[in-house]
């Protein structure tokens, strides 16, 4: 069956504009996570979701990051005035419920000029 | 919280020799583990878990990983390995009832050389 799909596969954007990453997850699965992998800081977790639970937001950086996921179904990660720091591959997982196991998407690179 | 640690960050080794692939973390509470594979340009694979019963876990791509309590690691092995296998390997924990919410390790890059 299909996997996870995020798009676009490449962002390239200038400092200081927003950007908008997509994330369609595994048909069914109920939970959804954000990953950032950086070479400076590794796989780092942003964001999770289960059902119509309150997401769990601990690990975004700061308040220009924000995530919503619309019908239990597509995520999307939103960054407000994109600073060279955000340049990163944003992985996204989904997972059926309490399973423990994740199916990754191929990721987005995002490059802030 | 919990973390963890990747002892090796790059690990040479020739074709269809064993490698050994070492992974350390700290918890307060109960843990599940993981392992993933990442090839160039795509995302993370999931190799094997442990979620608990035996602490020898196999996995995909003959590759299996034992979970020791006492020394809190979790070390990922093959008998012999193949130029395929060349990619960069995670270790991951998450809190066990919790979120599922993965901690990763920084990566192992497992070159394979002919």
């Known amino acids: 069956g299909a996997g996870v799909s995020q798009s676009p596969s490449n962002k390239v954007t200038e400092k200081g504009k927003d950007v908008e990453l997509r994330c369609d997850p595994i048909?069914?699965?109920?939970?959804l996570y954000w990953y950032r992998q950086s070479l400076g800081q590794g796989l780092e977790f942003l964001i999770y979701?289960?059902?119509?639970?309150?997401?769990?937001k601990s690990g975004l950086p700061s308040d220009r990051f924000s995530a919503e996921r619309t019908g239990g179904s597509v995520s999307t990660l939103t960054i407000q005035r994109t600073q060279q720091e955000d340049s990163a591959v944003y992985l996204c997982?989904?997972?059926?419920?309490?399973?423990?196991?994740?199916?990754f998407g191929p990721g987005t690179r995002l490059t802030v000029t | 919280a919990q973390s963890v640690t990747q002892l090796d960050s790059q690990v040479p080794v020739f074709e269809e020799a064993p490698v050994e692939l070492r992974c350390n973390y700290s918890?307060?509470?109960?843990?599940?583990l993981f392992w993933y594979v990442q090839y160039p340009n795509q995302g993370l694979q999931l190799l094997l878990k442990?979620?608990?019963?035996?602490?020898l876990v196999k996995g995909i791509n003959g590759f299996e990983a034992e979970f020791n309590k006492s020394q809190t690691s979790f070390h990922l092995r093959k008998p012999s390995v193949h130029i395929s296998d060349t990619a960069e390997y995670f270790c991951?924990?998450?809190?066990?009832?919790?979120?599922?919410?993965?901690?990763f390790g920084q990566g192992t890059t497992l070159q394979v050389k002919p």
């Open positions: 997982a989904s997972s059926p419920d309490r399973t423990y196991e994740q199916y």
């Open positions: 048909s069914g699965h109920t939970a």
């Open positions: 979701f289960q059902g119509n639970s309150a997401p769990d």
């Open positions: 918890s307060s509470v109960s843990v599940y």
């Open positions: 442990y979620l608990s019963g035996s602490t």
């Open positions: 991951a924990v998450s809190a066990s009832g919790n979120t599922g919410k993965l901690i």
